[in-house]
């Protein structure tokens, strides 16, 4: 997703309440260069970031994901982002994406240049791929070791399992071993067996009316497109619950998908080489009410 459009931001501080945040907005050429050499979000990694979904024009979800900011920058000992002041940074980029189909905001907030001053922010805008094929298709995943147990995010912080943030090779590299495996896609697995999350997605599955997530507290983000789905889900009659899934459950499954903001709902159609039962029209009626505007 090339970004056609970009905003840099001066971070206010939290406190800054104020009705207009516009002259802390610098537009600027998304394919010139605009970060200094020695930024920390390039050198290290060291930022978190947010993906919005844009749907005829409309950000959704923009509270879940400024609040996940929130909790990512605390997280990472980020000084904590004025969330007025992104909300109307992504209000400014959203009116940058098609006003008919569907577009992407970035967020970006990293420690900034090193011994700097501040954080450095900035939003990017861009036209999403499309996504179709993956919707109605599905995905084919494998199971990946992380490498940790599902006790490791609370025994040790410092891994940032549960931020958003901008050290993503890891979860590349995982994409790419997928692929090596004839996969699209991988679901990581805790060392001690548990199903985890997509490397750029939550998981859902659903056994008879019931649907699962996994538990958050084990090291993986809280989904703003599950959380959105599963009070979908609740609002029509449907159980929705976090639990503990076990890596044998996948195999149970009567159906599993990979949700997440721009991709949204992709059933997963075999798991290991396995296949699993896809939902068409379930998984079609989700996806509607995805590209419905969510606030
Ligand atoms: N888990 C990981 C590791 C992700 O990178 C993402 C999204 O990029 C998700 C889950 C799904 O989050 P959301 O639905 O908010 O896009």
């Known amino acids: 997703m090339a970004a056609h459009f970009a905003l840099l931001i001066d971070p206010a501080p939290p406190a800054a309440d104020r009705p207009d945040f516009a002259d802390t907005f610098t537009v600027i050429d998304p394919s010139a260069p605009a970060l200094s050499v020695g930024e920390l979000s390039t050198q290290r990694g060291d930022g978190i970031f947010e993906t919005i979904g844009v749907v005829d024009g409309h950000p959704q979800e923009v509270t879940a994901h400024l609040e996940r900011l929130a909790h990512s920058a605390a997280l990472c000992d980020l000084p904590a982002p ?17 006003a008919a189909g569907e577009g992407a ?22 036209v999403a791929p499309d996504h179709t094929p993956a919707r109605e298709n599905g995905v084919r995943v ?22 958003k943030t901008l050290s993503y090779a890891v979860n590349m590299a995982a994409l790419r071993e997928a692929h090596r495996r004839g996969a699209d896609d991988a679901v990581f697995v805790s060392s001690d067996g548990v199903v985890l999350e997509g490397p750029t997605s939550s998981v859902i599955l659903r056994f008879g009316d019931r649907f699962v997530t996994p538990a958050t507290g084990t090291g993986i983000l809280h989904g703003t ?4 789905l599963f009070e979908h889900l609740r609002a029509t009659g449907r159980e929705a619950a976090y639990e503990t899934v076990p890596v044998a459950a996948l195999a149970r499954a009567d159906a599993a998908w990979l949700v997440s903001s721009v991709r949204l709902a992709a059933p997963v159609t075999a798991v290991d080489g396995r296949e699993l039962p896809v939902d068409r029209e379930l998984t079609a009626s989700v996806n509607r009410y995805l590209l419905s505007p969510r606030d």
């Open 82 to 98: 004025n969330l007025a002041q992104w909300r109307q940074a992504v209000a400014r980029a959203a009116t940058a994406c098609p």
């Open 105 to 126: 905001v970035k967020l970006i907030l990293s420690r900034g240049v090193e011994h700097g001053p501040a954080p450095t922010a900035w939003v990017t805008a861009s």
């Open 142 to 163: 494998v199971t990946l070791d992380r490498g940790v147990d599902s006790g490791a995010s609370e025994r040790a912080p410092w891994l940032l399992l549960g931020a």
């Open 225 to 228: 497109t599950q959380m959105s």
